[in-house]
């Protein structure tokens, strides 16, 4: 029961918003305001999509609306991994586009590369590094995984180094800690929340209208124009970019495409030179394991350890709301297998603990539709890798409202939707009989049993 004790102190709240360099909020919208683009939702996909049309064409005149304040949600509380990856993962990319995946995987690149060339331009100060990512085997069957899967990652173009267990300790030391993969290009650490502050100063300082505490309530077309309601007014747009991820669409017939599942994580305080020599981590990535019920871990500027993930949780009929980003048994979860990982830091003890909701599609990435004539578009179903594909996704909305064929808007990736969730109770059911599934695969070398197997057929999605 030692591990409960770390949690003493620990503030009910995610840590990168606890944060004295947090801005003001803009004022809510009070009556009626004309635009060219309205974006609907303030975190990293409303955000992009607002920044990358003022670079387009610095005339158009934009409004971002965001429900409560950027960054409050999953760009504010996630852990800060930003990954090239647009397919949530090479073998997901390869299993459902292997015609398409070398352009996937280039464009990737391409887009994680100007994520990082606008983080300079603009000066945004989020803590930006370049360090990849390790994935770690933590039981014997999973280092035969690394091996294939830095073959198939080197074959597309990742710049991969296998380690065994010295050398993979030699990074980050575990007793638990068999072999792992290092992709050392693919994946830059990121401040969260700071890189969506900084992205609301450099919309601002494009012209872009922002205004927070300011949910969109509904949307109806009016001849050329579109208009959405608020509490306190409305909007009228030309074209319209919905970026609400996890939060119901204003659109209901793609409710069915995503559903909110609850992720958790801790955070330590800083680490004491001592104990930093304790566990390495000279080159300071980001690390996961390959299970179904997966940990994410990361170093901070600080030298904190951010901990995070296992634990995935489906509420009935996909409630969101704020009394579920806290859930005590899972963070007694985390805490457990954290010191059970590093024993070393027996006594480090947790500052922060959080949850919050990640909007996932039955092919676990990101999804686009247009509707009403082509005026409004929509991007959703990121599924936790929205850290980096928002931005993606954001050139791929303002290329359909646009009318653009382009080769992005020619991917299947975008084309085609996802198999919708079937109503409830039929989804609880389904979602429960997988976790447990998968609870039995990682209990059991991996093996998938007849559920996993079908929905494998399926095109379903529920690798990880």
């Known amino acids: 029961m030692d591990h409960l004790h770390s949690l003493r102190d620990a503030a009910p709240a995610p840590f990168w918003l606890d944060d004295p360099r947090r801005p003001q909020a803009e004022p809510a919208l009070v ?12 975190g990293y996909s ?31 509380r996630n852990g800060g991994f930003c990954e090239s990856s647009l397919t949530h993962g090479l073998g997901n990319g390869l299993d459902r586009w292997p015609d398409e995946i070398g352009t996937l995987e280039r464009l990737g690149r391409e887009n ?30 999973q280092v035969e995984w690394l091996t294939e899967e830095a073959e198939t990652a080197a074959r597309h173009g990742a710049d991969t180094a296998l380690l065994d ?64 309601r608020t509490p306190y007014g409305r909007v009228t747009a030309r074209r319209v970019a919905l970026a609400t991820n996890a939060y119901p669409s204003l659109l209901r017939r793609h409710r069915l495409y995503t559903v909110p599942v609850y992720d958790y994580a801790l955070m330590t305080e ?22 179904n019920h997966f940990h994410y871990v990361r170093i901070s500027a600080d030298n904190r350890i951010l901990w995070g993930g296992y634990d995935v949780v489906y509420d009935y009929a996909g409630r969101v709301s ?17 010191f059970g990982t590093f024993p070393q830091l027996e006594g480090l003890r947790f500052s922060h603990a959080w949850g919050g909701a990640i909007d996932t599609s039955t092919r676990f990435c990101v999804f686009f539709d247009t509707s009403h004539h082509g005026k409004v578009a929509y991007a959703a179903g990121f599924t936790g890798l929205g850290v980096g594909a928002t931005r993606f996704g954001a050139e791929v909305m303002l290329d359909l409202l ?5 080769e992005r808007t020619s991917l299947a990736l975008v084309r085609r ?9 039929a989804r609880s059911i389904g979602i429960g009989i997988t976790q447990r599934s998968l609870t039995r695969s990682d209990r059991n070398e991996g093996r998938r049993d007849l559920w996993l197997r079908t929905l494998d057929r399926l095109g379903l999605g529920f690798g990880s």
């Open 31 to 42: 009556g009626g305001t004309t635009c060219d683009l309205l974006v609907v939702g303030g």
């Open 46 to 76: 409303g955000l992009w999509t607002a920044l990358v049309a003022k670079e387009r064409d610095p005339s158009t005149d934009v409004v971002l609306i965001e429900g409560e304040e950027i960054g409050h949600a999953a760009s504010g």
């Open 112 to 141: 994680l590369q100007a994520m990082e060339d606008a983080i300079r331009r603009y000066g945004i100060d989020c803590d930006w590094e370049r360090t990849g990512s390790l994935t770690i085997a933590t039981e014997p069957h």
């Open 165 to 228: 267990a010295d050398a993979v300790r030699a990074e980050i030391d575990s007793p638990t800690f068999l072999g792992g993969m290092w992709n050392k290009s693919d994946t830059a650490m990121v401040n969260p929340a700071r890189l969506a502050w900084g992205l609301k100063q450099a919309c601002l300082g494009l012209g872009v209208r922002i205004h927070e505490h300011t949910p969109g309530l509904s949307l109806d077309e009016h001849g050329a124009v579109v208009a959405v």
């Open 270 to 291: 800083p680490l004491s030179e001592e104990q930093l020599a304790a566990v390495g981590w000279k080159n300071r990535q980001g690390w996961s394991d390959p299970a």
């Open 322 to 338: 704020a009394e579920r980003n806290r859930r005590p048994e899972t963070f007694a979860t985390l805490a457990r297998n954290f």
């Open 402 to 406: 646009a009318g653009a064929r382009t």
């Open 417 to 425: 939707k996802p198999l919708p969730f079937p109503p409830e109770p």
